[in-house]
Nanobody
Framework: QVQLVESGGGLVQPGGSLRLSCAAS????????MGWYRQAPGKERELVAG???????NYADSVKGRFTISRDNVKKSVYLQMNNLKPEDTAVYYC???????????????WGQGTQVTVSS
């Protein structure tokens, strides 16, 4: 069984910062891409940022220059540092990992339970 557990959400004023964390656990052979998505009320889930095991991260245009994604392959964790937060960043943020449970497995996508980020004065 694979689990992704997020932490770090909360309420912050505009211009503030938050750091989200996500740790993967269970039977994991390898993790390809890890990423963060978000879903605001009445909107579709969208990619915020993704980072491969080796390589360059990619970001949604709306967060470039404000958010930074990073990962620790030993800890099987991914992080999202969010600076200069805006009210439009308010959403439930979901951790995602594309991984293989063993050497014979195909790549499967797993999701965390989500963490609420609210940006409001």
């Amino acid at each position: 069984q694979v689990q992704l557990v997020e932490s770090g959400g909360g309420l912050v004023q505009p211009g503030g910062s938050l750091r989200l964390s996500c740790a993967a656990s269970g039977s994991i052979f390898s993790i390809n891409v890890m990423g963060w998505y978000r879903q605001a009320p009445g909107k579709e889930r969208e990619l915020v940022a993704g980072i491969p095991e080796i390589g360059v991260a990619n970001y949604a245009d709306s967060v470039k220059g404000r958010f930074t994604i990073s990962r620790d392959n030993v800890k099987k964790s991914v992080y999202l540092q969010m600076n200069n937060l805006k009210p439009e960043d308010t959403a439930v943020y979901y951790c995602n990992a594309d991984l293989r449970r063993n050497s014979f497995d195909r790549v499967r996508s797993y999701w965390g339970q989500g963490t609420q980020v609210t940006v409001s004065s």
